[in-house]
T-cell receptor, first 113, second 114 residues
């Protein structure tokens, strides 16, 4: 199906475990983004990517790692999950970058116990 | 720290009334401004973008931008119960030597009462 898809939709993991959230888009958009959404903080940018093999930090990158070996995929890895990383994670993409609006995936609700 | 601020609400308006949502931002270099709508449990959806001072209309939605005052607003005319959602203001932040990125305000919860 065309669009931007995230997997899994829901994930429960234990403190200290590594977990990877997947994001896949079929539009060949150059730009991709990872946000987390928490009550009281709204959407905060974790990492973004302007093209394959080009990534940069956002507002809250600590504890996260990204890669972008292919244009269509932008996985987000929590190297050692902590309870403070319990959140809803949204992936987004854009063909023209930050000045033209994004399309968001459906989100991944991650709970770290 | 670049910031985007919104009244958290909830804002309640009767059906058929005009809902007015406000947003201020701190980065004077911002060039692009967006309004997203987010229904409970869903992802944000882009509904308006505005780049120049003044008004931009799209159906029942009007976005207003005043760069001198660092202020952007969204008016929803003839509000419907289906407009009940959280509205997120978003602003691009110039990256300097890096890439531009977008930061979001905390959102305003709107409730349209039948």
């Amino acid at each position: 199906d065309a669009g931007i898809t995230q997997s899994p939709r829901y994930k429960i993991t234990e403190t200290g475990r590594q977990v990877t959230l997947m994001c896949h888009q079929t539009w060949s958009h150059s730009y991709m983004f990872w946000y987390r959404q928490d009550l009281g903080h709204g959407l905060r940018l974790i990492y973004y990517s302007a093209a394959a093999d080009i990534t940069d930090k956002g507002e809250v990158p600590d504890g996260y790692v990204v890669s972008r070996s292919k244009t269509e995929n932008f996985p987000l890895t929590l190297e050692s999950a902590t309870r403070s990383q319990t959140s809803v994670y949204f992936c987004a993409s854009s063909d023209l970058g930050a000045n033209y609006g994004y399309t968001f995936g459906s989100g991944t609700r991650l709970t770290v116990v | 720290q670049k910031e985007v601020e919104q009244n958290s609400g909830p804002l309640s308006v009767p059906e058929g009334a005009i809902a007015s949502l406000n947003c201020t931002y701190s980065d004077r270099g911002s060039q692009s401004f967006f309004w997203y709508r987010q229904y409970s449990g869903k992802s944000p959806e882009l509904i308006m973008s505005i780049y120049s001072n003044g008004d931009k209309e799209d159906g029942r939605f009007t976005a207003q931008l005043n760069k001198a005052s660092q202020y952007v607003s969204l008016l929803i005319r003839d509000s419907q119960p289906s407009d009940s959602a959280t509205y997120l203001c978003a602003v691009n932040i110039r990256g300097g030597t890096s890439y531009d990125k977008v930061i979001f305000g905390p959102g305003t919860s709107l409730s349209v009462i039948p």
